[in-house]
Every structure is written in C-alpha cells, then in structure tokens.
C-alpha cells in the first residue's frame, strides 16, 4: 500500500505523501522531538494517511496495520488496550514490522514463536493477539479477506496449547482463618472481603465508600483499580451486579471507616495515605508487605531457594489475594451449594468458568473415598477391619 513518509524540518514533524496526481504534499503532525511510532499514531488519529493515493493492498506492511490496529481498535478496556500495546510493540513489530502482512510465511512464523522461552499458553497468546491484528484488518477492508491471507491460522500444534500448567492454590477454610488472624486493619478488612464475597482484588480497591450498601447487606461494583488507573465499570456485564456482604464483614468494613481519615462516601475505602487519599493503595505491594508475610507466618505457605511451596508441599507459582477468589469457589462447591448460587456469588458468565475455580481440597477427597471404603468393607467385629478377598464376577 502507498504510505507517506516523515521530514523532519526546522523543529517540526512533517507527514509527506503524494497525492493521486502525484504532487507531493506535506503537513506537519508535531515537533521534530517525536519518534516515527509516535508520528505514526498521530498521522492516523487525524486520518492523514487516507489522503496518500490508494493502491494495491497486499503491499500494505504488518508495521503499517499494527499501528493502525493500535490507533484505531475500539478496545473495551484500557488495561486490554495497555497489553496488547505491549506485545505488539514490543515483541511483533520489531521482529515483522517491515514484512509485507500478506507474505508472512506460517511455518516461519511457526519457528519464530516457537523460539521464544515462553510457557505454550502465553506463545499461544501471542498468536491471538496477532491473528486478531489479521481479522481487524480483514474487516476494515486493509488487507484480502480469505483464511489464507492469515498466516497465524495455519499455525497450530501443541507448542500454542491453552491449557496452562498453573494450578491456583486454593485453601482449606481453616488455613484462610490463620492467613486473616496475621493480619491487621485494614489488610485484615480487604482480605476479608476477597476471602468472603469472591470480589477481584481489582474491584475491592476501586471501591468508595459509597459503593457499600450497609444498609442493604450490599456492594455495589461500579469501578475497578487497574494498572494503577480506575476504569469505570467492572471486567464483564455480569460483575456490575450488586453482591451480597455479610454481616460480619459489613461489621469489620463499618468499624474500618471509623478509624481512616478518608471516611467520606466519595473516598476510596483502602485509600494510599502517602498520595493523600487521591488513589487506592496497590494490589501487588499489599500482596509483597502483608499477605504473602502473614500466610508463611501462619505456615500455610513456605518459600525456599525462591519457591514458594504450599500447605501439602506443592509448588505455588502464585499466590495472591486471589487465592481466596478460588478458595471461595471451592469451599462453596464442596458444601453441595447449587452451582447456579455458586456461579451467581463468583459472578462468572460461564459455568464452566466456575467449575475452573472449584478445586478437589484433600479433605473432601480424603471424605469422599471414606465413603467408597465404608461400602467396600465387610462388616466385622469392633476390634477388625476384613477387606474381601473376592471380587464378585471373578474367580477364586
């Protein structure tokens, strides 16, 4: 595709092209100061490079549709937007951004990712990212629709797998009651609202005080704390519903707001003093000061030579205050509460999604196989146990 190019001239950017008379044209996008990705973002927010004379579109360059792409996708959310940013910039672009989008060869790609030291979800993740950079072109009419003007659908294999090898650590009731009894107000406050009402630690920090029902046993979502930004609205329609607080925990929240400076129905509830209230405190550093700290002070989990291992001695790549979002889930599954209740607590779309956050805890396995044996063992004296020696069906 024809495409302009910059001039840098007397302290100024200049975006120039030809026309379809072939006259150059030129008009300054910003200072001289601005890099061409910059100049670029600029040059398609004011739709400059529709006025370069079209031509062929399989010549347009991958460069020129991701930053196209980038400017122009309507992304949901800002911190979706933040990502994508990141690996097309950072990762695809230096590597394709000069290759003609339509020639990029499948098994060369294929042999690029593969290379990369990454665990197969998140090289899987990638291709999406770049296969949805295809279809958004393809839709806009920039490049030739067809499965086969994508390279990214002819690159398939185990090595792109979604299927991670991450198992949340989800905790026995009691171990989340020795993880809370470390910690203080207000640590003790927000964990306690994860751990009891299954809220991301995202939603609980974008919280203000006004979101807190007490009088309805309610919280309302309304915001989220992201990437250290509040983003209206919650991660997906069913989030926004209001959830249900209990008593306990609206006790706990109400005796929180009678001590903070920052008490008024428009202050955050876990405000960050050192940035006067202005911002809510941060998830990752809450996580490092005080949760991970008071879950090896209560023994539920150890670290050693850099790995964290859990209660049965299992290796925890993660552990968060997410850990009680899944906690939650499981403790609901395992008192046989209605999968729809569950579902509707967790505020999953899917139900498939909360049966992802429900895990097998070994007291429930240890109480279902306890079943199993009372019905294989042949009654006997008080004082004996006899397992039978004969199977029925076969013979002896």
Same mark, same amino acid.
């Given at each position: 595709?024809?495409?302009?190019?910059?001039?840098?001239?007397?302290?100024?950017?200049?975006?120039?092209?030809?026309?379809?008379?072939?006259?150059?044209?030129?008009?300054?996008?910003?200072?001289?100061?601005?890099?061409?990705?910059?100049?670029?973002?600029?040059?398609?927010?004011?739709?400059?490079?529709?006025?370069?004379?079209?031509?062929?579109?399989?010549?347009?360059? +991958?460069?020129?549709?991701?930053? *196209?792409?980038?400017?122009?996708?309507?992304?949901?959310?800002?911190?979706?937007?933040?990502?994508?940013?990141?690996?097309?910039?950072?990762?695809?672009?230096?590597?394709?951004?000069?290759?003609?989008?339509?020639?990029?060869?499948?098994?060369?790609?294929?042999?690029?990712?593969?290379?990369?030291?990454?665990?197969?979800?998140?090289?899987?993740?990638?291709?999406?990212?770049?296969?949805?950079?295809?279809?958004?072109?393809?839709?806009?009419?920039?490049?030739? !629709?067809?499965?086969?003007?994508?390279?990214?659908?002819?690159?398939?294999?185990?090595? +792109?797998?979604?299927?991670?090898?991450?198992?949340?650590?989800?905790?026995?009731?009691?171990?989340?009651?020795?993880?809370?009894?470390?910690?203080?107000?207000?640590?003790?406050?927000?964990?306690?609202?994860?751990?009891?009402?299954?809220?991301?630690?995202?939603?609980?920090?974008?919280?203000?005080?006004?979101?807190?029902? +007490?009088?309805?046993? !309610?919280?309302?979502?309304?915001?989220?704390?992201?990437?250290?930004?509040?983003?209206?609205?919650? *991660?997906?329609?069913?989030?926004?519903?209001?959830?249900?607080?209990? *008593?306990?925990?609206?006790?706990?929240?109400?005796?929180?707001?009678?001590?903070?400076?920052?008490?008024?129905?428009?202050?955050?509830?876990?405000?960050?003093?050192?940035?006067?209230?202005?911002?809510?405190?941060?998830?990752?550093?809450?996580?490092?000061?005080?949760?991970?700290?008071?879950?090896?002070?209560?023994?539920?989990?150890?670290?050693?030579?850099?790995?964290?291992?859990?209660?049965?001695?299992?290796?925890?790549?993660?552990?968060?205050?997410?850990?009680?979002?899944?906690?939650?889930?499981?403790?609901?599954?395992?008192?046989?509460?209605?999968?729809?209740?569950?579902?509707?607590?967790?505020?999953?779309?899917?139900?498939?999604?909360?049966?992802?956050?429900?895990?097998? !805890?070994?007291?429930?396995?240890?109480?279902?196989?306890?079943?199993?044996?009372?019905?294989?063992?042949?009654?006997?004296?008080?004082?004996?146990?006899?397992?039978?020696? !004969?199977?029925?069906?076969?013979?002896?």
């Amino acid at each position: 595709m024809a495409k302009g190019w910059f001039r840098r001239k007397k302290g100024k950017l200049l975006y120039c092209w030809y026309n379809a008379s072939g006259d150059e044209r030129s008009k300054v996008v910003g200072l001289a100061s601005l890099t061409d990705a910059e100049g670029w973002l600029k040059v398609s927010e004011v739709g400059l490079d529709k006025l370069v004379a079209k031509s062929d579109v399989t010549l347009l360059t +991958f460069g020129e549709l991701a930053e *196209k792409y980038l400017s122009q996708y309507p992304f949901n959310k800002q911190s979706t937007r933040e990502l994508c940013e990141q690996i097309v910039r950072n990762l695809l672009m230096p590597k394709w951004s000069e290759e003609i989008t339509v020639e990029i060869d499948p098994p060369k790609l294929k042999a690029w990712l593969v290379a990369l030291d990454v665990e197969s979800s998140t090289r899987g993740k990638y291709k999406s990212i770049m296969s949805g950079v295809y279809n958004w072109g393809q839709c806009e009419g920039l490049i030739p !629709r067809g499965e086969q003007f994508n390279p990214c659908r002819y690159v398939k294999g185990r090595e +792109f797998s979604q299927v991670t090898g991450y198992e949340a650590l989800a905790l026995e009731i009691e171990d989340t009651l020795k993880v809370l009894s470390e910690l203080r107000q207000p640590e003790y406050e927000l964990a306690l609202l994860v751990a009891t009402c299954g809220l991301r630690i995202s939603e609980a920090l974008g919280l203000k005080w006004q979101d807190i029902l +007490f009088d309805k046993g !309610r919280i309302a979502i309304r915001q989220t704390f992201v990437h250290l930004g509040i983003q209206d609205g919650a *991660k997906t329609k069913l989030s926004r519903t209001r959830v249900e607080a209990p *008593k306990l925990l609206l006790d706990a929240l109400s005796a929180w707001r009678q001590e903070t400076l920052y008490g008024d129905d428009d202050d955050f509830a876990f405000p960050s003093e050192k940035l006067g209230g202005k911002q809510p405190r941060s998830g990752s550093q809450l996580v490092e000061d005080y949760l991970r700290p008071a879950a090896i002070r209560a023994g539920v989990i150890r670290e050693k030579d850099g790995i964290t291992y859990g209660p049965d001695g299992e290796i925890v790549k993660r552990f968060g205050f997410h850990t009680f979002r899944h906690s939650l889930a499981t403790c609901l599954m395992d008192e046989q509460e209605n999968p729809a209740v569950v579902q509707a607590i967790m505020r999953h779309s899917k139900m498939d999604m909360t049966l992802y956050y429900s895990h097998s !805890r070994r007291s429930a396995k240890r109480a279902a196989q306890e079943k199993v044996v009372q019905r294989l063992v042949v009654p006997a004296a008080a004082t004996e146990m006899r397992v039978p020696m !004969r199977v029925p069906g076969t013979v002896q």
